[in-house]
């Protein structure tokens, strides 16, 4: 374990940075061994205090909250960064400029997956500020991968869900079915697999009965960190 390096968490929602947290620690004992994991610290100001910036489009805002988490994970220990949160890697290049340690962008996470089975065309899902943004269509264009969002309404709704309900634990069965008539919209657009682009999504959609491949952002971010922490 001494060669196991520590993973820092940058959360910023409560559920999102939990499934993530609880990935690394149950995946980690297929190669760890029982009970085993690396060393994982987490930082996290309350959603409240980001959403202040956030409804602002105030990226560089984001960004100092982001660096004040990263700086107090560098000082624990912490040998590269992680944030389970798709809607603030919007700051993400403010803060990989000036941050202690290293980063893996949970968009390239995403990226690779997709890459890996062949996925040409990606539906997002995620909050407003994912589905319009530029996080994703960027991160996809470096890997020739193209990008569809739901129509405007649908952002909408969706953007409600995920503020209303999901970041509060709340998941309604009525709330899965129309996520996934949504993703069958994007089917019909000509999309092969769908990103669950906000970190709670995959508490909600079930892959078993999704329209399309699920791309969880979430898990795959914290499969690559387990990847970069065991190298």
Known sequence: MRNIKHIGIVACSAEGAALCYRTLCNEAQDTLGEHMHPEITLHNYPLG???VYITQRDWEQVAQMMLSSVR????AGAD????????????????VADSPIPWLHIAECVAMEAQQHGYRKLGILGTKYIMTGP?????????????EHPQKEDRERINEIIFKQLVNSIFHE???RYFNRVIDGLKDRGCDAVVLGCTEIPLLVDPAD????????TRLLARQALKRATE
Do not use: G, Q
């Not at 107090?72 to 000082?75: F, M, Q, T």
């Open 210 to 217: 999704c329209p399309l491949p699920t791309l969880d952002s």
């Open 174 to 176: 009525e709330s899965r």
């Open 49 to 51: 205090d980001y959403m």
């Open 135 to 147: 996080v994703y269509p960027e991160v996809l264009n470096r890997f020739d991968i193209a990008s």
């Open 80 to 95: 590269f960064a992680i944030c389970p949160d798709n809607t603030i890697h919007e700051a993400y290049d403010f803060v």
């Open 72 to 75: 107090k994970l560098a000082d």
